[in-house]
């Protein structure tokens, strides 16, 4: 096999090396348009988890590279003067030039054959005379783009503008600091990668050697409007450095820093549809990026090396090995882009979290990626992640979730909400034994807060059939009856309904036997804002008319009136999803030219009076909540700044909280889903627009729910698929953290029940006595 590298950074070099090891006969060649002693960058961290696999595909690398390695374990932040550590992390970084120098020998060692200083011919060339191509030709990589048409490439760029330096000194830390200056805010990254010399003076001057005194990578980064207003824009680069050098002087003790043909830079993230085109195969940062600021760039790329030779040893051939290659790192790619997406934008919007209690802040800061959580920093380091929960208010011996919140009247007993989720159960709207076994059972199960599922305010306004209403007396009698049983069997648990219209989203099968699709017979006429289908198969909705507005108006009201006569504890209104009241709020779905369409501020018009008018009605000692979409995941529809005025709108009209959920308002969105994906919105929400928020959408863990409630992201989280497999959630995150508090009180008929269930033994006896020879 004949096999051709483009690109000689570390990913290119240790293909090369892996490819040859596993099979001498193959031909490697690596061409690298840079000399040998040329490189960009300064330090490189690695994980122990990619350290473990080179060890396991090659000894002598990984010995090497632990000669060479700084480890430590401690992330310092420095806010506002002050320096909170957190222990317990783990990394090791080395010298990058020293990672190449690894790299080059043991290709030479092994008869890969390195071409410095040259370009690689074009890859339809190298295709033809080569078995296999691996383009590992970095960010700018002109192999994608020459088959841009088949990979499809999407490069994002983003609002941030950083500069990779060095600095003569090793921190003994990973170290984010941060800098409000008359501009702006400006943020340091920084860790060390070249430990001192052991006769090395540290109260001596600078040497100008790094093998002396040690030497920590530096990223400085700021908003782009941050940079341009300090005038970073204009200067020469040696101007720069000396400029970052003195905003961040006390972190570097007043040395200098040092640049390596460093530039202002924006991060690119790079998404390939496709990795391969026939026997060329992307690696790296060519096929993908991830932040700096979870340090995953040559980590990913040095991982790609040891995916792809592992699946050309497994498959039979090269066509399959490169399909079995990106099988099995996308996944694995996407979580990292995922998790490094969510740092990213923390670090964009850093302002946001300036004023936050000091060790909520450096919280925040540890757990932005989402991959780091209050358990993992709990084991981490127990006395960083108890001083949080005191600052926050935690009793001693209480988990974030269940610490009280209260709204308006209303005290919840804990921060876990059982998020509104549709049965398709009700018979003419009314809730019968389904709905009162549902609902209580997760009352009985310890969620301070139990929602219904969306309750219609018309027989019009249904979604399917099967939606409950709140119409008819015979139907808010039914709701009496459940929301009895919740006080009476639950007291503790409080029970909310949610208010909504189905809009132009109506009229159509139950979930199971075709979700959004129309019903066959038995129709009901469609009204919206606008008179456009939901998807290509629905049926067009009417636009309503001013009188019909009214109409609808008061249908609310009069549900409203029927809620409270039926014991409801809370009200939201539910403005979200592509419903009636969000395809008001959505540029895609209201193309009205009236008064309620056009700008925001008209699209906000008749939700806000429905808020208003239900408000009026509503018991005043009784909270309401509106849950939005924050976003439409479509080009042209509600952007996260737009969610964030209109959350200032309810919360200025007397809403208690906004319950932030994101999409569905058209059929050809594109969601990014992932681990707890819809909360940066909540966040931004809650911090812009200073009103509590309920966060929803994929928070599956107590440990999730800890997370953000600590963090200060969210005040609430309503979970839903995670109650519909156990209906005592929140009762078995109390006992499963050794909790017994009143947050999380077990029914009197179920408390033999509050222990996890034991199990046969797994582990063997332990030997009685040892014994010397």
Known sequence: MRVAVIGGGPGGLYAAALLKRLDPGREVTVWERNGPEETFGFGVVLSDETLGGIEHADPVVYQALQRRFVRWDDIDIVHRGVTHRSGGHGFAAVRRRTLLEILHERCRSLGVRIRFGTEAPHPDELSRTHDLVIAADGVHSTTREAYAQVLRPRITEHRCRYIWLAAELAFDAFRFEIAETEHGVMQLHGYPYSRPSPDHDPSARPSGSQNQCGASTVIVEMREEVWRAAGFDEPEPGESVERCAKIFADALGGRPLHSNKSAWTTFRTVVNDRWSHGNVVLLGDAAHTAHFSIGSGTKLAVEDALALAACLQEQPDVPSALAAYEQERKPVVASTQRAARASLEWFENLGLYLGRPPRQFAFNLLTRSRRVTHGNLRLRDARFTEAVEREFGCPPGTPPMFTPFRLRGLTLRNRVVVSPMDMYSAVDGVPGDFHLVHLGARALGGAGLVMTEMVCVSPEGRITPGCAGLYSGRQAEAWRRITDFVHRQAPGTAIGVQLGHSGRKGSTRLMWEGMDEPLPDGNW???????????AGSRTPRQLSRAQLTDIREQFTAAACRAARA???????????????????????NHRTDAYGGSLRKRLRFPLEVFDAVRGVWPQERPMTVRISATDWAEGGTTAEDAVEIARAFAAHGADAIDVSTGQVVAEERPEFGRSYQTPYADRIRHEAGVP???????????????????????????????????????HAAAEQGYTGPAAVWPAPYRAGSRRPQTGRTDAPKPRLSLGD
């Open 693 to 731: 928020v309920i966060a929803v959408g994929a928070i599956s863990s107590w440990d999730d729910v800890n997370s953000l409630v600590l963090a200060g992201r969210a005040d609430l989280c309503a979970l839903a698929r995670p109650h519909l497999y156990d209906p005592h959630w929140t009762l």
């Open 525 to 535: 006429p469609l009204v919206a804002a606008s008179p456009l289908p939901y998807k």
């Open 567 to 589: 014991g409801f504890d809370l009200l939201e209104l539910h403005c979200a999803h592509g419903y009636l009241l969000s395809g008001f709020l959505s540029p895609l779905t």
